[in-house]
């Protein structure tokens, strides 16, 4: 009875060994929150800028955001004061770029603990642009309408009025022009007739010619026929 109690025991403190380390380690990796949501990498800002995020570590003891000029400073410089209470998804600091030049900076939160050190989170490449010239509006260019061009009118030429001949005593009038008198001419029938007399001559010529050779062929036929 007595050597299982102290088998359980045993197992109960090796398990507590095992597992301390590990919840250790998670419940420090909770309570470590050091990073900055806004403003982000590239961004272009102006004014004064709300820097945001969270800073907290165990043993806390302050935070504070830096900023340093290019994208690699070697000097930093505190912007606002020291901050001794932790902040969790809230304003961290608020910047004041207009006391700056214009240029590239960096920004730097470290969460600094009781014993001296520190995490940090560091945000490179924003670029302060107070002095750059606010693009104005092109305005747009309104089309002038052109006035239409009113339509000639033509107007039409006042019609001849005719100017009345007069005839004086014992001259007799003339006509202006006489048409002649169309005069009727016979057909020459024999320019429309399609078919020629002289062509049957030779047709009837060639005829007879072609027959007498027909039947001379026959003869020679028949002759021929006979001898055999």
Known sequence: M??????????????V??????????????????????????????GLVEIRGSALVPSFQFYKVEFGMGPNPTQWAVIGSLHYQPVINDRLELWDTTVVPDGVYTL???????????????????????TRPTPTPTPTETATPIPATPTPTVEAPPEATPTPHVIGPGVVPTRASQSPTPTLSRPDLR??????????????????????????LLGIVFGVRRLL
């Not at 060994?17 to 800002?45: F, N």
């Open 2 to 15: 007595h050597r299982r109690v102290i088998t359980w025991a045993l197992l109960l403190i090796v398990g």
């Open 191 to 216: 320019e429309r007739l399609p078919i020629d007399p002289q062509g049957w001559a030779q047709s009837f010529c060639f005829g007879g010619v072609a027959m007498a050779v027909v039947f001379a």
């Open 108 to 130: 730097r939160l470290q969460g600094v603990k009781q014993d001296g050190n520190w995490e940090e989170f560091i945000v490179r490449q924003l670029e302060v642009a107070n």
């Open 17 to 46: 060994a095992v597992c301390a380390p590990a919840v250790h380690g998670e419940t420090l990796r909770q309570q470590v929150q050091v990073y900055i949501t806004s403003p982000e990498m590239g961004q272009v800002v102006t």
